[in-house]
Structure formats: C-alpha cells, structure tokens
C-alpha cells in the first residue's frame, strides 16, 4: 500500500501542541514531543491518528505471588500467568472488542500485534512509518519479558498498557521546522484542509497543594537498607523509586502544557485514554531503544548533578561527575547490563559501547551512553524492543534481582512510570521507544483527578541516603511543581536551572581515564573452541559470551539455577555428554555460590580431577560467583571483605605473572562487582593476583589442574585487558602435562 506525504506551512514552535490544544479531550491522544534545542535525540515531534485498531494489555487473574525477601537474596523465579490481551476496532467513535488472546511473553503479544501491520511502500525515508503501532507498555508488563513471580502485583483486571494502530502521522521536523503528514492511502486526514494554528497558552501554576510521600527518613531507611543487601552479595544496585500522589486541581493536560515549557526534555509525551480515564505526561529525557536500518541502540542514563547557577559552577560539577568513583560506578554498570540484554537478540561481535556524554536539563545533569549492536536475522523487533524492557537504567543490577528488591521496598505496582512510550513498526524494522521518567501519571475520579509523580536513583554501595534522598527530590521537583504547584520541598533559588544542551564528557585521571568507548575488533584465535557458560541469574552473562565469540569461540549457556528442580549430578553429565565442551566457566552472578547447586558441583568435580572428556581435564574458570565456588569447593571460606564491597569500579589489580596472567603487564585495570572475597584456609589452591592493597584476593590457581579462578569481570567495559586473559585461558591445553609446565614456569 502506498503512503502520501504532504508538506505544511509552519510558523509554530510546537505546532502538534497547539493541534491538540484545540481538541475536547473526549478521543485517545497520543504525541511524541521532542523539546529543548535540536539534537541528535530531538528532531522530530510526532502525532499519530488513533482511528483504527488498539490492543489494551490487562492483569490476569492469578493467585501466584512470590515470597520471600530478594534483599536476603530469595527470589521466587518463574513465568506470570499468561497476560489478557484484548484487540479492539474504532466503529462509530466507539471501541468495539473483536478478539481475545493470552500470550505467555511480552514479545509473543508483541508478535500478535505485528500480524494487525500494514505494510506499505515508501517514497522517502521517513522517522516513522504508517501502518504501525505507537502506545505505551507499563513497567509491570516487566514480569513478561523476565521471568519472575512477585508479590506487590497490579489487581487483576488493570490497564498495563495500550498499543494503538497508526496509519496517518503529522510529523513537525524540528531541523527545517517543516510540518509533514505522512498517511496510508485513502487516510480520512488527507481529505481535510489545514487550518491555522491557535498560539499556546500556557495555564499558570496552581496554587501550592502539598502531595502524599512517605516522609525522608523512610526513604533514607530503604537506601540503607539496599546497602546492607549489596554488603551481603546479593545485589550490585537497586534503582528505588520514591512516590508523591495525590487529588489535583485542574486537568492532566495542563500539567503537560507546564512541563512541556518549564522541563523541555528530547522524549516527551501525552497519553490520554478517554473511556479508562487515564492519563500520562512525561518530560522524558531518555531513550530505551532504538531501531533503525538494522541497528538495535539504547541510551541508558545513570549520574547525576545539579544545574550550578553560573557557567563556571555548572563546569565544575560536570568534572565532579566525572570524576566521581560513585557515579561512575552507577554509569559503567549499567553500560554492562544494556549490553547484555542486547547481545541476546543482536549479532555476535556487534554490540559495543558506542559514546559517553553529559547531557543537561533545566534543573539537572546526566552521564549519557550509546550501546549499540546489529539486530540479528532471527530476531523480531518486538524480541528487541522485550529483551531491553524494561530499562536496567530504572532497575538496578542484576535486573532480576533488582525487580524483586523494588517490588519489596516500593510495596506496589509502578504503573506507567519507567514504562516507556514510542513507536513499533515490525514489518519495516523501525522503533523508538523512551523511559517514562519525569512523569506524571492521572486517573480521574468522580470529580477531579489523582496523580501520581515518582521519582529515584541507583543506590550502590557508596551512596549516602541523604544524598540519595535529595537527588529524588531534585528529579521530581518539575514535575511536581507543574501538577500541584509544589517543588518537592526545593525553592527556584536552592535548584538552579541552566540552558539545556549536550556536553562532552570531561578527561579525568587515573583507573576511570583508561576507560573509553568504542567498538572492539574480533580476534579470531582460529582454533575450534567451544565454551559451556554456566549462567548465575547475572545481568552480564552474554557480555562474557560476547568476549568469547570476538576471539572465535563458540558458547552454550545453560541455567546455573534453573526455574525447576534438577538432580544436579545427572544434570552435569547430560551437559557434558550432550555439549562435550573443550573449555567451561562458571558465570558470575548475586548472592553465595551456594545459590547455585550445579556451579558447586561442576567445582567439586574440577577439584577432584573428575571434570573430563575422554579422561582429559577441561580447563575450568570460575568468575566472579564462579571463583568463590572454586574456593567454597576447596574448603577455602568466604567472608565480606574486610575493605568494603566494590561494584562498577575499574580497579588495579596486582599478579604473579602465572596462570592467567603470563601474557599480561604487571599492574592492569579490572572492573570489580563484589562483596564477598575468598580467604585461605589450606593449600589446595594458590592466589595469583590482589587488590591495590595486596591484602584481598582476586585470582588462585590451581597447582597441577587447568582450574582458574577471578573475582573481577574480564567482560566489562572496565576492564580494558580483560580479552588477553581469556585468550589466556583458551589457550590452556586440556591436558595436565601442558599445565605442569606452566606451573614450571612460575
């Protein structure tokens, strides 16, 4: 089918505002805004017609609920039951049901979806493509692209998300400030005449009307209470989202019009679902996923400062950004974490880190990256668009974990917020989706409307709660404003606003400037390698087979903690038997070693030369989780470290030059994710490497067998040497003899 497209006069700053400024509020609504100074992230302003077909996505009706508490580390793994699915026709200004359907996954209703595309041919090319779906996916859908059960569930029968039909778009091009409709053939948006555009009015804030919140020592509590878990082991970050809720005093759409003119941010939007008297405004600076020509991309936001109130105090806080341990820390993190999730549905050897860069807001500062990969043949764009929901960015790290920790410590649904809003079109490979932060979401009630404004960060291990505490309120104080009038406890003068713009990121010294993005080539060692990968619920796993594969090696992942209960000793000699691999690693991941039964026994059996193939040992690296099962499997203990747990920190970490280590300069840059560190209780094994102070272990050996074991992660993008050591361990032989004389060497 083909597509027209027709160009406008324009001489409006934000036209598609002003087109449904003019509207009654009685149909859908859905814009795409992109506000502030023209950039790579805001070229385009997009408002589609929501006349055809929408699918609501409902809460099933379910008893299963997790239990236990995923801050001790006891996660309750599973599938939801299947989610309701309601496909719906737009008759006569009504919607009408015509279909029901209960898929199992995100992407398999993404997929349902897909069959309703209208494919078309284009002229041009354009930023989004008719005869696709736009909508939003609330953060709860989560549980459906990751398999957990959990407890503080939406009721049964709640609205998750809507996705609507699009076959005609207005589209305003912020670069030429052209005005452009794009519809399918025969659109009823075609046949009308433009009309001259109404100037915007912007309604005035309301008067002052203090919200609902838990009160700042109980936020300040559950930070603590995060740090105490990430001491523990069993979690590296948690993103914790503080609520303000409560009876508003106009319309929805106003506090849009507000926050699009106080906050103007490249991902804003407004949803409005008339017949469910829902409602969602968001000034939204970040992107979750984009797709385009093939390449699947994401800019996860984590670091943040305030605006300064000069030029020079607003410099000095990016370099303190920068060049903050913490911060970086939150930022290099979750750049592993995308990359993970990405490498499940892109290329081998695609997917790297691709920029960083501060990007500043009225009120607020933020370290930005690019990750980005090649979406492979077999993958769907709604498999990408599952496998990035919701956003590590909102979650914390390992993701898993991290929604069960925020569904103890939030006690109930986030909704809308860090959902995310944009555009899906399947058959013609485009997407753009955002994270509803900075947002506000509405019901209405019998006689006004209740909002609801939630705001947080990443609490690691370093994180002060006062801080923590004033960093959501900084975030939230906008968009509070602009729905009750209150600045979350902040006056204009305590929170400066400055021009919003994007910034390079400051050169700064030491471990943090080695660490750069940047695409890594594929080293292929030319030798048939295959590497069984024991995966630990860890939100790195693919990164480490990712390594592996750019050096040439083929990777199996199986479940270190399955869903289901196994015979562990069995289920070791069917892996075995089934994948006869030459070389296996024991994944990192949260909490003990203990956790994951077949970790220990694939250690126990290394230990005791029981781990072979045709009576050859196969060499074994423990990493991370892996090593402290090594060490557990040997009688070593395992204690906190007496220095204080280290996550998302390039470290130097010192060597003996043996083991893994003989192709490597004495003192390398290693990225750490741990709490626990193995001490020496015999003589079973040897350590080789250290921390800077020489005092925590961070690599053993074993004297005569090809077992290796590192508590920091090769994988990382902070770990600049991390591929001489693999290429290291590909290249022990699975014979004793070789190693013998390594050991030699020593």
Known sequence: MRVISRIEANSHESPLISMLQERNREADELLLHSGGPVTDLSQNSMLPALDSIRFLFFEPHSEDTGEGSALLGEINLGNPPPLNLIRQRLIEGRWHTEEEYNPATLDEALSIVAEFEIEVELQEKQPVTPGGFAGLLGYDLGRWSNSIRLSNTPEPGTLLGVLWRCDAWWIHERTNNQLRLIAIEGHEWLEHEFTTLSDLQIPNRPEPKVPDSESDSSHARKVEKIRKSIRGGHLYQVNYGRKWEGEMSGQPWDTFLRMSYSNPAPFSSWLHL????????????????????????????????????????????????????????????????????????????SVHWSDCRIEALANVQHLVSGVEGRLSPNKSPGESLAALFPGGSITGCPKVVTMAAIDQLEGSPRSAWTGSIGHLNQSAGQADWNILIRTMEAHSGPESWYATVQAGGGVVIDSNPADEVEEARWKAAAVTEATWGFRTGFSSEELPEGEVGILPLPKVEGALGRISPGEKKKENLDIDYHVLLIDNLDSFTNNIAESLNRLGAKVTIVEGRPITKIDTKSHVDILLNAHNPTHIIIGPGPSRPEVSPLSMEIAHRALQNRLKISENPIPLLGWCLGHQAIGLAAGWNLIESPLGAVHGVPSKITHDGSGLFQNTSEEIVMMRYNSLVLEATNEGLEANSWDESGSLIMGISHPTLPIEGVQFHPESVGSPDGLDLLTTFLNLSNKVSKFEVNKQVR
């Open 274 to 349: 008339a017949d469910y008297g829902w409602a969602v405004a968001s000034a939204s600076p970040e992107r979750l996923m984009r797709l385009e020509s093939g390449i699947v991309s994401t800019r996860p936001i984590k670091g943040t400062r305030a605006r300064g109130r000069n030029e020079k105090e607003d410099s000095e806080l990016r370099i303190e950004l920068a060049s903050s341990e913490k911060e970086m820390a939150e930022h290099l993190m979750l750049v592993d974490l995308e990359r993970h999730d990405l490498s499940s549905v892109c290329q081998s050897g």
